[in-house]
């Protein structure tokens, strides 16, 4: 598994988006950036905020595709073309409604499990879905006929915070998994909960 060298936050852009569910993925990026104190920059070719900035003693690309959700992959294919970036360099972080919120996991490949930023890198790589991911939990509104205006609805109070934790807790296990120690970082953040 080679090393990361991007992460990608997925979302919609606007501010009619900015707070809703789907948006956990662009989250986590706009923190990590704000941790370190480096400005996301809207970057034309990629249609996307980018940043360039040095994580665990190596230079690493932020990435906030501003396409929409569905279209996330062109923007993800046209900073890997310009910067000579595989699907393996790419740790893509995003909702995930079969996970409470307050919970993230690592994964590495696998299906899209429905999720259309998702569908689209992979499409947009040639069908390569070989990049790990981060799945910031989101919960399931219970009933599937609802998942489309629950993934757009804004969490509330309690629900934000414990999604904001797990965040902070990513941010924690992150070096270990940009040195390439991803049982450790997955250990950490899999026995993390920040639910009631």
């Known amino acids: 598994m080679s090393q990361v060298k991007a992460i990608v936050g997925l979302g919609n852009p606007g501010p009619k988006y900015d707070d809703t569910r789907h948006n956990a993925g662009a989250w986590l990026v706009d923190a990590i950036a704000r941790h370190h104190h480096v400005s996301l920059r ?28 569905n279209r996330s992959g062109a923007s993800v ?27 993230a996991r690592y994964k590495h490949g696998g299906g899209h499990g429905g999720h259309n930023g998702l569908r ?3 499409s ?7 990049f790990s991911r981060i799945r910031v939990g989101i919960g399931h ?3 599937s006929s609802q998942v489309t205006q629950y993934v757009l609805g804004r969490p509330g109070k309690s629900e934000r915070s414990a ?13 270990d998994a940009l040195a390439g120690d991803w049982s450790k970082a997955m250990n950490r953040l899999h026995s993390f909960s920040a639910s009631d």
């Open 163 to 175: 999604i904001e934790a797990a965040l902070d807790e990513i941010q924690t296990t992150l070096p």
């Open 77 to 103: 294919a046209a900073l890997c073309q310009f910067y000579k970036l595989t699907s393996n360099d790419l740790l893509i972080a995003h909702d995930e409604l079969d996970l409470s919120p307050g919970t």
């Open 42 to 69: 809207l970057e034309k070719k990629f249609q996307a905020l980018h940043a360039r900035l040095l994580l665990a003693g190596e230079e690493r690309h932020l990435l906030i595709p501003q396409t929409y959700m």
């Open 141 to 143: 509104p219970g009933d």
């Open 120 to 122: 689209d890198i992979a």
């Open 124 to 130: 947009a790589l040639g069908n390569d879905k070989s």
